[in-house]
């Protein structure tokens, strides 16, 4: 998850920050060493042992299980042809590279690495396929799990962000970095080192108890050729071109401290949701609007956990919090809202279980990654489909 960290994000009060950085599956890794493309059925709705995979049936933001049998779900995405890839962490390894490079401190730290994590295919008939497997994927001490984040279409092309790599995540062969993904074949090839561009440009405000040396990246929207990727650990939204040049556009914790930025979505500006430090403090996380200059200015306040927004055709902002109840994360108080464009918001849909994504279908609903973290939700990762039409 996000480093704050729900192993993405994370606290020491902070210390849930740390957790939610890594849980939230924010740390994103992949290292693809091999690919299984076997099909497979999709697992019935009503197989899935978990409370939260049971549809919900009401007038509002009604939904249903639309996937099951996933490992820490993340990032989520349509092609052209309606298909669904899922960036799946994985569960972690035992590689451990303490000795060898800067660790992230406990009680987070030290991280194990292995090689889990996978994107998943979802064809519009529910077939499961495996697009490429043997991806970095990360366990830290807290038990929670990071490996891949964000996905994204440009121009036909498939990119995604590793977000559990890096020495400190217990690969030292393979740093975080955004890839583009061959998905005929499963091969990929690296588009740009977000561990170098990371500890060669700090950002103002690092949180020195719930510092990850190679960044969390977690979320990130492609917008005229380029792709903005955020990151919660150090707090920035940066710019990365297809040639692979990083550039940042925004300093967050310049001028918002440690507020442990999530999400990202563009709608004329980018508009960046953020988890906040744990324990939960219900309300205190906001959606920001940043310019493509870098100017930023608070848009939305008021909300909590924030790990996933999507706009739809009508100019509204859906938002995705994870978990909404004061302390530690709590399974079955996450909720989506809906955000007018006069900043009036409502609900709808809640009692999700720890979701870490969200996006548009090309059919105008709402797909969320749920069951996406934890002590370890090995498997029992679904996605959503709430309805809105």
Known sequence: MPSHSMDGPRARSSSWVRQAASA????????????????????????????????????VGSYTVYASGLNNPRGLTFDSDGNLYVAEAGAGGSTSTVGQCEQ???????????????????????????????????INALGLVSG???????????????????????????????IR???????????????????????????????????????????????YV?????????????????????DISAQFG?????????????????????PVVPGSSQITKITPSGQMKTWVTGL????????????????????????DPAPMTGRVLRVEPSGATTVITDGLFLPTAMTMGPDGNLYVSNVGFGPPPVGLGQVLKIQLN
């Open 304 to 327: 909590t956990t924030v790990l996933g927004s999507a706009w739809d055709g009508k100019g509204r902002l859906y938002v995705l919090e994870s978990t909404t109840a004061p302390g």
């Open 24 to 59: 939230a599956g924010l740390v994103a890794a992949f290292a693809l060493f091999g690919c299984d493309n076997a099909t497979q059925p999709l697992e019935p709705a009503s197989s899935h042992p978990i409370a939260a995979a049971k549809s919900q049936n009401s007038a």
């Open 230 to 250: 955020v990151e919660p650990n150090h707090g920035e939204l940066d710019r990365v071109s297809l040639g692979g040049t990083i550039t940042r556009v925004a």
């Open 148 to 178: 891949l984040s964000g996905l994204e279409f440009m121009n036909g092309a498939l990119y995604a962000i590793i977000d559990g790599a890096g020495c400190s995540h217990g690969h030292p062969e393979i740093p975080n970095e955004i």
């Open 258 to 278: 440690h507020i442990v930025p999530t999400t990202v979505s563009y709608h004329g500006n980018f508009f960046v949701g953020n988890l906040s430090t744990f």
């Open 104 to 138: 992230v401190p406990d009680p987070v730290g030290p991280y194990l690495g292995g090689n889990s994590a996978q994107i998943t295919k979802i064809s519009p008939a529910m077939v499961k396929s495996t697009v490429v497997a043997g991806l970095p994927s990360t």
């Open 181 to 227: 993904v061959n998905t005929n074949n499963g091969t990929w090839s690296q588009i740009a080192n977000l561990s170098a561009f990371y500890q060669s440009h700090r950002t103002l405000n690092i949180e020195p108890d719930d510092f990850e040396p190679d960044g969390t990246p977690y979320s990130m929207v492609g917008v005229r050729g380029d792709l």
